[in-house]
Structure formats: C-alpha cells, structure tokens
C-alpha cells in the first residue's frame, strides 16, 4: 500500500487519519514504516493536527523527525 497517498475528499494520508483519529501506536509505525511526515491535507499539516488531536507523544515524535511548522523540513 502507498503509505502516502491522499484521499479525495480533505488529502489526508494514512498517517494523517491515524493522528486525528489519536491512533498514536498506530502513527508511530506509519512514521518508521516511511511516510512522508511533510505532506499536508487541504487545511492543515501535520505538526498541526497532531497539536489539535493527539498527545504530546507524537507531537514530539513529528518533531525528532525534522518536520517544523508548517510541514517545513528542519
């Protein structure tokens, strides 16, 4: 399956729908198995959906991966 792929209705990836649904194990492994943590849905990126709907865990997982604000490499 492509992990990075983006539905039609708001481009949310696999990994986007794991953090807004708080699915934070689930998030964890998309991130390892290698998604693109730099793609945005048609509103939001993801550093900002995980602020609005998961914990800390992965806000802080996103970050050691390099993503910055506004999906921007670091």
């Given amino acids: 399956a492509d992990l990075n792929r983006q539905d039609r209705l708001n481009g949310f990836?696999?990994?986007?729908?794991?953090i807004c649904t708080g699915?934070?194990?689930?998030?964890?492994?998309i991130i390892e198995k290698g998604a693109d943590i730099h793609l945005r849905g048609?509103?939001?990126d993801l550093l900002h959906m995980a602020l609005r709907y998961s914990?800390?865990?992965i806000v802080s997982h996103l970050l050691k991966k390099g993503i910055g604000v506004n999906g921007e490499h670091l």
């Fill in 42 to 44: 048609r509103r939001n």
């Fill in 13 to 18: 990836t696999a990994l986007m729908w794991a």
């Fill in 55 to 57: 914990s800390n865990k």
């Fill in 23 to 29: 699915q934070e194990e689930l998030a964890e492994y």
